[in-house]
Nanobody, 116 residues
Framework: QVQLVESGGGLVQPGGSLRLTCAAS????????MGWYRQAPGKQRELVAR???????YYADSVKGRFTISRDNAKNTVYLQMNSLKPEDTAVYSC??????????WGQGTQVTVSS
């Protein structure tokens, strides 16, 4: 059983920044990819960013140019740097680990609220 624990969420003003952290209980290099999903109330869960074993990344159009996903394999940690935050970025952000192209493990999520 693999545990993923997110941290770093909170309340931030529009235009501000947050750095989310996902700490894994297993070697993240053993997974095909690591990613971040988000879900806001009344909205469908969406993939925000993903990074695979060789470093290829994916970003949703809504966050491209503002968010950056990265990983530290030695620390079994994945990060999501979130800049130029907008109110529509408000959501619960969850870390996930992939086997091949399928999500296998989920974290419990961390709340991000962007408001003045």
């Amino acid at each position: 059983q693999v545990q993923l624990v997110e941290s770093g969420g909170g309340l931030v003003q529009p235009g501000g920044s947050l750095r989310l952290t996902c700490a894994a209980s297993a070697n993240i290099f053993s997974f095909y990819a690591m990613g971040w999903y988000r879900q806001a109330p009344g909205k469908q869960r969406e993939l925000v960013a993903r990074i695979d074993k060789i470093g290829s990344t994916y970003y949703a159009d809504s966050v491209k140019g503002r968010f950056t996903i990265s990983r530290d394999n030695a620390k079994n940690t994945v990060y999501l740097q979130m800049n130029s935050l907008k109110p529509e970025d408000t959501a619960v952000y969850s870390c996930n680990a992939y086997s091949t192209m399928t999500v296998r493990y989920w974290g419990q999520g961390t709340q991000v609220t962007v408001s003045s």
